[in-house]
């Protein structure tokens, strides 16, 4: 039909939808054969421009001003009680405060952290669903899980900021007879494959921190990995059903000092101050073995730089309390907050390359 003309100047609208001409609208509607005009009538007009007024905007388009207006949902990657669930919640809390919503923190184990990560990535980029990861998730699976994974962590999501650094130990059950480094080496060439170790999921620090020390040492034990990550390693290695293990001191060290476990090494650069009879890895004659793991947030790749920079700052008004700092180091969580969320994603992207470039050279595959 063709268009009724106007003496009006016309507003022209680019792609389909509604055009002002004056007196009439004319809707342009998207055909094989081209783009084609139709009048309506003023009743008409009035319902299709409400329409379109109506339409929910992109993320991009949304003010940061008034962000959330809905509660948030915080996905970890791991059972309950292990150092990413304990900073995420202790974080999620103060979150709920200052931004005046719900900030909920779901717990998602499974496939060495890379369900919540897809889940995360896959999510509407709003700023409504985040996620808290580690140097596992977020740097090695890139790597470790190129095959399965249907995300690449490093391109698909983005980082908010950096939250704390942990240090990790060699934890094994109260009963184990090693006492040292060189002990455990010991028992491993006596037996060897015999002497199970715990860690997090097939490719996460803890498994290749161990890798790394079986390489050097020239042992072999056998790896038994767990899903939920400190949550789930803690029992085993009580139980001696995987009597060591590289376990983040945040978790570790209220079983250490109950006598449920003992720490034969730390992966510290120095003695800490908690554990000032363990010595270091460096100290035993393994300097550059084990991982003192970062805890960050991430959010779905192409959530609005403005909701970024104000998740960040609340992030940051939280981590730079220092009464938080102070609860938080009780806790063996050294905050460590990344000075931008662009520093934060920068490392991640540096620290993805290095993992990739030492499993080549090491010739570790995950199977």
Same mark, same amino acid.
Do not use: C
């Given at each position: 039909?063709?268009?009724?003309?106007?003496?009006? /100047?016309?507003?022209?609208?680019?792609?389909? &939808?509604?055009?002002?001409?004056?007196?009439?609208?004319?809707?342009?509607?998207?055909? *094989?054969?081209?783009?084609?005009? *139709?009048?309506?009538?003023?009743?008409?007009?009035?319902?299709?421009?409400?329409?379109?007024?109506?339409?929910?905007?992109?993320?991009?388009?949304?003010?940061?001003?008034?962000?959330?207006?809905?509660?948030?949902?915080?996905?970890?990657?791991?059972?309950? &009680?292990?150092?990413? !669930?304990?900073?995420?919640?202790?974080?999620?809390?103060? =979150?709920?405060?200052?931004?005046?919503?719900?900030?909920?923190?779901?717990?998602?184990?499974?496939?060495?952290?890379?369900?919540?990560?897809?889940?995360?990535?896959?999510?509407?980029?709003?700023?409504?669903? =985040?996620?808290?990861?580690?140097?596992? $998730?977020?740097?090695?699976?890139?790597?470790?899980?190129?095959?399965?994974?249907?995300?690449?962590?490093? #391109? !698909?999501?983005? &980082?908010?900021?950096?939250?704390?650094?942990?240090?990790?130990? %060699?934890?094994?059950?109260?009963?184990?007879?090693?006492?040292?480094?060189?002990?455990?080496?010991?028992?491993?060439?006596?037996?060897?494959?015999? %002497?199970?170790?715990?860690?997090?999921?097939?490719?996460?620090?803890?498994?290749?921190? @161990?890798?790394?020390?079986?390489? $050097?040492?020239?042992?072999?034990?056998?790896?038994?990995?767990?899903?939920?990550?400190? &949550?789930?390693?803690?029992?085993?290695?009580?139980?001696?059903?995987?009597?060591?293990?590289?376990?983040?001191?945040?978790?570790?060290?209220?079983?250490? #000092?109950?006598?449920? @476990?003992?720490?034969?090494?730390? $992966?510290? /650069?120095? *003695?800490?101050?908690?554990?000032?009879?363990?010595?270091? @890895?460096?100290?035993?004659?393994?300097?550059?073995?084990? $991982?003192?793991?970062?805890?960050?947030?991430?959010?779905?790749?192409?959530?609005?730089?403005? %909701?970024? !920079?104000? %998740?960040?700052?609340?992030?940051?008004?939280?981590?730079?309390?220092?009464?938080?700092?102070?609860? =938080?180091?009780?806790? @063996?969580? !050294?905050?460590?907050?990344?000075?931008?969320?662009?520093?934060?994603?920068?490392?991640?992207?540096?620290?993805? #390359?290095?993992?990739?470039?030492?499993? *080549?050279?090491?010739?570790?595959?995950?199977?």
């Amino acid at each position: 039909m063709m268009a009724r003309k106007n003496s009006h /100047p016309q507003r022209r609208f680019h792609g389909t &939808g509604p055009v002002n001409t004056g007196g009439e609208i004319m809707v342009r509607f998207a055909s *094989r054969s081209g783009t084609r005009l *139709r009048a309506l009538p003023g009743i008409a007009a009035g319902i299709l421009f409400a329409a379109f007024a109506a339409s929910p905007l992109p993320a991009a388009a949304q003010s940061a001003d008034s962000f959330p207006t809905r509660p948030i949902k915080v996905l970890v990657p791991y059972a309950p &009680g292990g150092a990413t !669930d304990i900073i995420a919640r202790i974080v999620a809390a103060k =979150l709920t405060e200052s931004l005046g919503q719900s900030v909920l923190v779901e717990n998602r184990p499974g496939a060495s952290g890379n369900l919540a990560l897809e889940a995360v990535a896959k999510a509407p980029a709003d700023g409504y669903t =985040l996620f808290v990861g580690n140097v596992s $998730t977020n740097t090695i699976n890139e790597n470790t899980f190129a095959s399965q994974l249907q995300i690449k962590p490093s #391109r !698909d999501l983005v &980082g908010i900021a950096k939250l704390v650094e942990i240090p990790h130990i %060699i934890a094994t059950t109260a009963a184990f007879p090693a006492n040292s480094v060189a002990d455990l080496i010991a028992l491993a060439k006596k037996d060897p494959g015999k %002497i199970n170790y715990a860690s997090a999921g097939l490719g996460s620090y803890p498994h290749l921190d @161990m890798e790394k020390l079986m390489k $050097t040492a020239g042992i072999q034990m056998t790896h038994i990995p767990y899903k939920g990550g400190a &949550g789930q390693m803690i029992p085993a290695i009580i139980s001696g059903e995987a009597p060591v293990a590289f376990l983040n001191l945040s978790s570790a060290l209220p079983h250490v #000092r109950s006598g449920r @476990m003992k720490a034969i090494a730390t $992966t510290a /650069p120095g *003695r800490l101050a908690e554990l000032p009879n363990v010595p270091t @890895m460096a100290e035993q004659g393994f300097p550059g073995i084990g $991982t003192n793991a970062w805890q960050g947030m991430f959010a779905p790749a192409a959530t609005p730089k403005p %909701i970024i !920079d104000k %998740i960040y700052q609340s992030v940051a008004a939280v981590l730079s309390n220092p009464e938080m700092k102070e609860q =938080l180091a009780k806790q @063996m969580l !050294d905050v460590t907050l990344s000075p931008s969320p662009a520093q934060f994603q920068q490392l991640v992207e540096k620290e993805t #390359r290095a993992w990739g470039d030492f499993l *080549r050279e090491a010739k570790i595959k995950i199977e």
